[in-house]
T-cell receptor, first 114, second 111 residues
Framework: AQKITQTQPGMFVQEKEAVTLDCTYD???????LFWYKQPSSGEMIFLIY??????QNATEGRYSLNFQKARKSANLVISASQLGDSAMYFC???????????FGAGTRLTVKP | SQTIHQWPATLVQPVGSPLSLECTVE??????LYWYRQAAGRGLQLLFY??????ISSEVPQNLSASRPQDRQFILSSKKLLLSDSGFYLC??????????FGPGTRLTVT
């Protein structure tokens, strides 16, 4: 079964600086997708960015970019120019494209300091 | 546009009581539907997913069950709740391998 690992339970970053949240995954599948979600204290899950396993370029969405290193099975999220509103839990997830089975990592709590 | 509804938003139930949480999706057809549970301060645990009416895949053996009586309706149930069933329950939908869209969640406290 696939496994998603987020090794940083908590991270701190200074406002306006960049931060990298780590994510590694373990799968024998060739076709899969990788996601990052943000969960503020309100509990809602907000989609941030998606990377397909066959995408050669790293995905970017505004201040978010996904550093996809397929050989290392890592999919780190980079947030540039951190804002106070970025403080939240961040979850990495992977979906198996053949059966739509999706798994989440344990999450990283990001705190942006003013 | 697509919308996903979950209710109730919060629920307090005694141990041993039944449970029914409902999730409905609007604005799309034949979505993949998912139920997740999130314990306090923890990640999401996939409970059930469904790729079509009457098709349910269970990931975690437990006292919960799921049903999909209609294309855009996904119900999470229990006959007798346990204390360990407390958590934040999230329903999500997706189309094909795309991103999952989450509902607002139901916070369940079993007392």
């Amino acid at each position: 079964a696939q496994k998603i690992t987020q090794t940083q339970p908590g991270m701190f970053v200074q406002e306006k600086e960049a931060v990298t949240l780590d994510c590694t995954y373990d799968t024998s599948d060739q076709s899969y997708g990788l996601f990052w979600y943000k969960q503020p204290s309100s509990g809602e899950m907000i989609f941030l960015i998606y990377q397909g396993s066959y995408d050669e370029q790293n995905a970017t969405e505004g201040r978010y970019s996904l550093n996809f290193q397929k050989a290392r099975k890592s999919a780190n999220l980079v947030i540039s120019a951190s804002q106070l509103g970025d403080s939240a839990m961040y979850f990495c997830a992977m979906i198996r494209l053949w059966n739509n089975d999706m798994r989440f990592g344990a999450g990283t709590r990001l705190t942006v300091k003013p | 546009s697509q919308t996903i509804h979950q209710w109730p938003a919060t629920l307090v139930q005694p141990v041993g009581s039944p449970l029914s949480l409902e999730c409905t999706v609007e604005g799309t057809s034949n979505p993949n539907l998912y139920w997740y549970r999130q314990a306090a301060g923890r990640g999401l645990q996939l409970l059930f997913y469904s790729v079509g009416i009457g098709q349910i895949s269970s990931e975690v053996p437990q006292n919960l069950s799921a049903s999909r009586p209609q294309d855009r309706q996904f119900i999470l149930s229990s006959k007798k709740l346990l204390l360990s069933d407390s958590g934040f329950y999230l329903c999500a939908w997706s189309v094909n391998e795309g991103e999952q869209y989450f509902g607002p969640g139901t916070r369940l406290t079993v007392t």
